[in-house]
């Protein structure tokens, strides 16, 4: 049986389209779409990175040591640098990816950025051990199809975290009762990722000494589509309404600039009512005694 396999798929990808938002987002839906979604992850992003920068700063920690995981386009590496350094801190940053292309553009735009080309799906868990006090991992996780790929990244991340530090990932993560997601077996998944339940991801970061500190709406639906629902119901309509915008609205710039304002609007409004049903911003930090389970 051939396993699916989806790293040439980023190589390439990133060959293409360097530095463009789309490779890391929507690649055929408009890159004004792609600017409001990131726009909406950005707001969350930060307002999580303010609560452990708070949180840092009690340990008396200003200079600080960040990874991040499967850096893409290099979006939320700069963007970490430029909110963590406007915050008095000395900053030590790595950016780590699969894709030679992809660390390139990183390495162009921000020279200051320390790059790293490594397979996270097969990289020792412990390579990087208590190495750095923030990991994050902004959706890539669900990019690995791959069981035992997944796992292995996942444990790459929580050991590199330092002792009191923080881990937050930006990922498609299951907590509501309805996905169809859970019915998709992993060979036919022709896209770019497969959305996992929480439970499962926490199961495993909780054994390697984490625990949750927040987690919180990354954006709605309405920017990024929906992956789950409180019940079918619910879900339905939510694709229904997201497959219309990108039939009808997404794939023109000039659509999507005439109505962002009101884009804008939903989307606040779905996440400050919990019915975003898209990605989430989860938070962890590394308790001072290690690993919490065998």
Known sequence: MTRYNNKSYWKELHARWPSKLGTVGHPHLSEALNRLKYQSETKTFLGSLHEVDKELKKTGRLSLSVLDIGAGNGYWTELIWSALSQEG????LAALDISLDALSAIRQKSPFVETIQ????AIDPCHFQHSF?????????HHLVDVEGFLNALRFACNSVNSGG????????LTLPFSRFDVLDFASFQGNGIPRHLYLIEDVIQKEGLG????????????????????????????????TLCKFVYKSQTSVQAISGLLVILDEALKRLNLAYSSKVCVYRKSPGGAMGG
């Open 133 to 141: 006090d923030l990991v994050i991992a902004c959706y890539c996780l």
């Open 89 to 92: 801190h000395q900053i030590r």
């Open 212 to 243: 949750r500190v927040r987690i919180d709406p990354a954006v709605s639906f309405i920017l990024n589509g929906n992956i789950e629902g409180e019940t079918k119901v619910a879900y339905e309509v939510a694709d229904m309404i997201w497959r």
């Open 166 to 173: 923080f881990l937050i990932i930006i990922d498609p993560v």
């Open 118 to 121: 490594e397979d996270v799906t």
